[in-house]
């Protein structure tokens, strides 16, 4: 009997290719369609920090971590024909794109406090209500791509 764990796909790459079909422009505008390829990111989570305990709070830091997640921004390339206006034929093809990069992100996530202060000495270890408190962690995108232009 085969298992479940050797019948799943792998992940083969950190993106997946797409290649958009604009041939459909050349019935709209009477010129030659741009060619465009990229991809589409393939985010990996990562693991989440875990919750700690700060002095006089009843409730962990953290309490809704925030998941990091790692993937890479692909390359992009856009190429259009340049015509020639004087005769027949292209002069070149100008080209503008970007090299793929890093990307790094994080969720969400949300720090709560316990509607109880910690047990009070001089309250006979007793706690007493205070006002509940709430952070929102906000995510969070790091990426590098650079941008090229070329003409050839």
Do not use: C, W, Y
Not at 77 to 100: D, I, Q, T
Not at 117 to 122: F, G, T
């Amino acid at each position: 009997m085969a298992s479940a764990v050797a019948a799943a796909p792998a992940v083969a790459g950190t993106s997946v290719p797409v290649t958009l079909p604009l041939e459909s422009l050349e019935t709209v505008v009477p010129l030659e369609a741009p060619a465009l390829s990229t991809g589409i990111p393939v985010l990996v989570p990562g693991a989440p920090e875990a919750p700690r305990h700060v002095t006089g709070r009843l409730l962990p830091e953290g309490t809704v971590p925030q998941v990091p997640f790692t993937g890479e921004v692909p390359k992009t390339l856009l190429e259009l024909p340049v015509e020639n206006v004087l005769g027949e034929g292209n002069l070149g093809v100008a080209a503008a794109g970007s090299e793929a990069s890093d990307l790094e992100l994080s969720s969400p996530g949300a720090s709560v406090g316990a509607p109880l202060s910690a047990p009070r000495p001089d309250h006979f270890g007793q706690p007493e209500p205070v006002l509940p408190e709430l952070a929102v962690l906000t995510p969070s995108v790091v990426g590098d791509p650079v941008a090229h232009l070329l003409l050839s």
